[in-house]
Every structure is written in structure tokens, then in C-alpha cells.
């Protein structure tokens, strides 16, 4: 008599409780996407990342280098500093296959206060080790110092390195920050045209976190992009208040005024023993 392998009543069984969990365990995941992916799209920040973006790809593809006048005030251990004004020479990086063919490179010359005033500083990508070229003046001014831009000596009053200056680095360094905070609520976003720094006409894109959270970077920020260059000319950033009702604690600001595009920068403006600089 022929005989047959017989399945167990409970492998029957398993299966298509398996498969019903399987169903439902998809469905529920799917579901998560669909909402998170929801949630991002309403999220408030979102046009103002693509605004970002935008400008990003524009300073990449038409923007080669710049002049400005930069005003900038950090706070430093607690303590909120002096403006110090720096005229700033910028050029950008270029790449091509993905390699860099034209180096970011930065020149620096500080005109006040008086504690820093005739400070220069050179920087650029991948040359002289990597370091800053910099000189003091008054008793120090005597020699060139070489250092690494993120070492202790030269981050001294500072809250980032040169490395991290300019309009893109700011626009990169934003999404970036956008970026992680599209993780969260707690978020707001307004637009207002026709805001003034100085002589510019601007959109101001201010972000408001009113709750404190540890993943939050900051509780508001304004920034504002000239609506004819297409840069961001101002950025300020303020921390919580520091009891109930009180003001919200300014963190940082950086201002780029008498800005100048494409004006065709070449190695010899980021050169120490350029005649018109005044390195020893």
C-alpha cells in the first residue's frame, strides 16, 4: 500500500499565521514610511531647505570667488565679544571628475578692534601642510606663524576655523542642520520679504525652536538672502532665555557688506609675499 508523508496539523497552521503576520508587519511598516515621508513633506522647514538648496547650486555653478567686508561677533566661553571687522578675499572650490581642480582659499585682513587690527591670515585647501599662514602686529608681528586651523592657537576668540568661512560653507553647515531637524517637531518658520541689511534687499527665513531639546542647535535663527545676489548676506543665532520672560542670548552673528562677485581672484591673492599685503 502506498503511504504518504503527512504534514503536522501545526506546520498547517503556522503558515498561514505566518504569513498573515508577515502581511501585517509589511503594512505597518509601510505605513511608518508613508507617514513619516508625510510628515517630513509638511514639515515646516522643508521650504525653506529648498530655498538652500537652491541657493547652494547657484553658488556652485556661478559664484568663483567674492570680495566682502565681514562683521562678525561670537560668543566665547560665555562671553559675548567685540564686532570685529574683516575685509575678506574668498575664492571657491572647483571640482571636476570629483577632484579638486581649483582649491578653496581664503585671505583675511582684519581692520578692528585695535587688539587684532592688521592681523592677516592666509588659508589654502591642501597647501603649506594644510596650515594658516597668519601674522600679529606690534610685538608679534615679526614673524609668519604656521598653524593648523582648527589647533588650539589659532581657534583662540574664535568659534569655528577659517576653514568653515564663506557663503557656502554657511549654506552647507544650515542644511545640515535642517537637515537633522526635519527629525523633529517643535518647529517654526516664517518668511518676510523686503527685510534691509545695510543696502540689500532681502528675505529674512527665521526659524523658532520655543521648546529647548538637546538635538536643537539653537532656539531662533535669521537669515537673510539678498533677492539680487542670491547670497546670504546675515546670519544671527540665539540660544534660549535663560529664566522665564527673559530675552533670548545672542550666540553669533556674521553681516557681509560691499560684496563683490566673480571678480577673478587669482593664487597671488592668497599669496603671504603678495607686495600688498604686510607679512614679514
Known amino acids: 500500500m502506498k503511504t504518504y508523508n503527512r504534514l503536522s496539523t501545526s506546520r498547517v497552521l503556522r503558515w498561514p499565521v505566518a504569513s498573515v503576520a508577515y502581511f501585517f508587519v509589511a503594512s505597518a511598516t509601510l505605513l511608518a514610511q508613508q507617514i513619516e515621508q508625510q510628515n517630513v513633506e509638511k514639515h515646516p522647514l522643508v521650504p525653506a531647505l529648498e530655498r538652500a538648496r537652491e541657493g547652494l547650486k547657484f553658488i556652485e555653478e556661478s559664484i568663483d570667488d567674492y570680495t566682502a567686508t565681514i562683521i562678525k561677533r561670537e560668543r566665547i566661553d560665555g562671553e559675548l565679544k567685540e564686532h570685529e571687522f574683516i575685509n575678506a578675499k574668498i575664492r571657491n572650490r572647483k571640482l571636476k571628475d570629483g577632484k579638486v581642480v581649483v582649491p578653496f582659499a581664503v585671505y583675511l585682513k ?58 557656502q560653507n554657511l549654506i552647507e553647515e544650515l542644511l545640515a542642520r535642517g537637515e537633522n531637524d526635519l527629525k523633529h517637531g517643535e518647529c517654526e518658520v516664517k518668511f518676510y ?73 587669482t593664487d597671488a591673492d592668497f599669496d603671504p609675499d603678495n607686495k600688498a599685503y604686510n607679512y614679514p
Not at 587690527?117 to 602686529?137: L, M, P, Q, S, Y
Request: with cysteine.
Open 193 to 265: 520679504k523686503g527685510a534691509k541689511v545695510d543696502k540689500y534687499v532681502c528675505t529674512l527665513i527665521e526659524v523658532i525652536h520655543p521648546i529647548q531639546r538637546d538635538h536643537f542647535h539653537f532656539y531662533r535663527a535669521h537669515i537673510y538672502i539678498d533677492e539680487e545676489l542670491g547670497v546670504p548676506v546675515r546670519y544671527a543665532a540665539w540660544s534660549w532665555p535663560t529664566e522665564p520672560g527673559g530675552a533670548p542670548v545672542l550666540e553669533e552673528e556674521y553681516t557681509y557688506r560691499n560684496i563683490k562677485l566673480n571678480v577673478g581672484l
Open 110 to 167: 582684519f581692520l578692528k578692534p585695535d587688539s587684532v587690527a592688521g592681523r592677516e591670515v592666509i588659508w589654502v585647501e591642501g597647501e603649506n601642510d594644510n596650515k594658516i599662514i597668519a601674522h600679529e602686529t606690534g610685538l608679534l608681528g615679526f614673524k609668519r606663524f604656521y598653524l593648523p586651523p582648527d589647533g588650539f592657537l589659532a581657534m583662540m576668540g574664535q568659534r569655528y576655523p577659517i576653514t568653515e568661512i564663506g557663503f
